[in-house]
């Protein structure tokens, strides 16, 4: 293939979410690699995200990767305040001067990906959606969830989940077409997450549970609390480490206080990103009690570091890792009492350096990379719909919510055509490339 045709085939990339950095998390780690890996492959990739406290405007991160931090500050948990055209002047200037042709949002809760997707396409532009998490039908947070999502995905090009049990799940909710979703798994970068067995007690029979993770009710915070005491009840060689923080930690703490366990329940408070490793190679077990999973990231980096995994058996947890990397057991305490015993007894078994070594094998950022570009490529050979055959797709999303659907598209498409009137799309000034991250390494040496 000649420098022309590989040109002609190069995405300008637009990722958009609420959660990115300096939040920590699935979602922002997910984005951040793949980006990086992207870049290195050519495209030219660019973040969008709301402002973080005084973290406003451009930013540049590793290999020039430009990110725009949107000055709106977050309404709840980290998302803005859903505006129906509040956000459409300055996305459209974004993509405009970034020659975007392709907007990929993340993460069902991100207002900022919703709208970015819905101004994406008014604009004419591909979007593509990627679904990180599993969400529920019967509570009523979950059914106006699913009905936003439904809205978005009624004129999305292609979407992605993270897991075979993910993608059910979107399919379910929303009423896509199977057909336009891929699964991609996540990754983990194994050159940052290696054993260390020196980091273990040396000489003792002691065994180190690690537990990191958000201390709140769905990631099984409250399932800790009974797990723990019964464990160390049964194993008095056993220490746990938990690292984390939420809503639910004061329990933890009464429960290590109620049970006289200070020795034997270390908690680290908050764990920055950059420090996870230096915890857990300190363990031999890595402990999930997530109540719902779509893949969990956290898995891959214990099992990156050589730890054995014990996980309770939600949704795509399953499909993470091979049967003899992790022990699965309901999420009920006394089943999750009996996996950690016997993953204490196939300790012996494992190794470390072998485990890390399978992990590179299995899950890589540069395949995820790949795989993401088919479905960039399959999305820009997706018929281009004008107005009215949208207006068909969210006219069958319900009797009286494709209605209001249609509404909304239509108030979207007048306020573009009268920011079109107001700057003309040609008055903008284009932003200037940087060269591909390859380019900067050249100049260096």
């Avoid at 991100?110 to 509570?139: I, N, P």
């Avoid at 485990?355 to 490529?377: I, Q």
Wanted: aromatic share 8%; with cysteine; glycine share 6%.
């Amino acid at each position: 293939m000649d420098t022309q045709q590989k040109c002609q085939m190069r995405h300008r990339v637009l990722m958009v979410s609420d959660f990115f950095y300096p939040n920590f998390g699935g979602v922002e780690n997910h984005i951040y690699y793949l980006s990086q890996c992207l870049l290195q492959r050519g495209h030219k990739v660019i973040v969008a995200t709301h402002a973080y406290g005084k973290r406003s405007g451009v930013r540049y991160m590793t290999n020039g990767l430009k990110v725009y931090y949107i000055p709106r500050l977050p309404f709840i948990q980290q998302d803005v305040l859903p505006t129906l055209c509040g956000s459409l002047p300055i996305l459209r200037t974004i993509f405009v001067r970034e020659g975007i042709t392709l907007v990929h949002g993340h993460q069902a809760f991100s207002t900022l990906c919703h709208e970015a997707l819905l101004h994406a396409r008014t604009m004419g532009l591909r979007v593509v959606f990627t679904d990180h998490s599993l969400y529920g039908f019967a509570d009523l947070g979950s059914i106006h969830m699913n009905k936003v999502l439904q809205f978005t995905l009624a004129d999305v090009h292609q979407a992605i989940c993270v897991s075979h049990t993910s993608k059910e799940n979107t399919v379910l909710r929303s009423g896509l077409n199977p057909e336009k979703v891929f699964v991609i798994p996540n990754a983990v970068d194994t050159a940052m997450f290696r054993p260390d067995p020196s980091m273990r007690p040396c000489g003792t029979d002691e065994i180190v549970i690690v537990v990191i993770s958000r201390l709140v009710y769905r990631k099984g915070a409250d399932l800790l609390v009974e797990v723990i005491p019964e464990v160390c009840r049964l194993y008095p060689q056993v220490r746990f480490i938990v690292g984390g923080d939420g809503p639910k930690r004061v329990r933890l703490e009464e429960m290590r206080e109620k049970h006289g366990l200070q020795d034997r329940v270390d908690m680290l408070g908050a764990v920055p990103h950059a420090e996870v490793r230096s915890v857990l190679v300190r363990g031999h077990i890595f402990l999930n009690s997530s109540l719902t999973e779509a893949f969990c990231i956290a898995i891959l980096e214990a099992a990156s570091c050589g730890l054995l995994t014990v996980s309770t058996l939600v949704g795509g947890v399953p499909e993470v890792l091979p049967p003899d990397m992790i022990v699965l057991a309901p999420p009920v305490p006394a089943e999750l009492s009996n996996a950690i015993g016997r993953a204490i007894e196939l300790l012996p078994q494992v190794d470390p350096f072998s485990m890390h070594n399978r992990m590179k094998n299995l899950y890589s950022w540069m395949d995820v990379a790949k795989r993401t570009e088919v479905v960039y490529d399959q999305s820009l050979r997706s018929d281009d719909d004008d107005l009215l055959v949208r207006l068909s797709r969210y006219y069958a999303c319900g009797p009286w919510a494709g209605k209001l659907f249609c509404l909304v598209v239509v108030i979207n498409f007048i306020v573009w055509c009268f920011l079109e009137w107001q700057q003309p799309a040609k008055d903008l000034e284009v932003t200037p490339d940087l060269p591909p991250p390859q380019a900067f390494a050249d100049e260096l040496n």
